[in-house]
């Protein structure tokens, strides 16, 4: 589903040329649940750009689905990852003043569906995180555990066929970081793909399979 072939990628930072990717190949089949680890400045931030279609390769070619997307502009690129990628992030990147149901359609509504798909598709994926009880709920009326179970629906509402989760349960505590796991693994359980940045190795050991990067190159 995921394949990296030779990918490089500079910056230039003032008169300093940083790179962050140094001819990364990776392949991550379809179903699989990987997780990324490295220390700060390893990389791992870009692959996940890179991964996601939210930043191009200076060189190498990256294929997702059998599409090249290593050289898409802007808009192709934001097509691929509404379709294709759903994001869960560290922070929960939510509307203070919306309900659960309305944060879980913004996506939907972006994708062109109508007012009436998007409320099923949010009241489904939200039932599928165990919050079927709280679609009216704001941000401020749910834990942090709920909350990234929110975002792990509004991830989940548009049926992608890859998630992405950066630091999922990083501003989380102990107990709620389990649950999200849990979820996470059920959706593995159902042919999701997942890909998960994370600097815990108690998070990586429930993933099948670990991908260390350093210096911006996979060593493991």
Known sequence: MIELSNITKTYQMGSQVVH?????????????????????????STLMN???????????QYTLDD???????DDEQARVRNKRIGFVFQQFNLLPRTTAVKQVSLPLMYAGFS????TDR????????????RTGHKPDELSGGQQQRVAIARALAP?????LADEP???????????????FKEMHGE???????????EVAEQAERTIWIRDGVIVD
Do not use: N, W, Y
């Not at 990776?26 to 390893?42: D, K, N, Q, R």
């Not at 990083?170 to 979820?183: F, K, V």
């Open 115 to 118: 007012r009436s798909e998007r």
């Open 50 to 60: 890179m991964i996601g279609c939210l930043d191009v390769p200076t060189s190498g």
């Open 20 to 44: 962050a990717l140094k001819g990364v190949d990776l392949t991550i089949e379809e179903g699989e649940f990987v997780a990324i680890m490295g220390p700060s400045g390893s990389g791992k």
């Open 191 to 201: 042919g999701m793909t997942i890909v998960i940045i994370t600097h815990d190795p």
């Open 67 to 73: 599409i090249d997307v290593s050289q898409m502009t």
């Open 159 to 163: 049926k992608p066929s890859i998630i």
């Open 169 to 183: 349960t990083g501003a989380l505590d102990t107990h709620s970081g389990e649950e999200i796991m849990g979820i």
């Open 122 to 133: 949010a009241v489904e994926a939200l039932t599928a995180v165990g919050l079927g009880d």
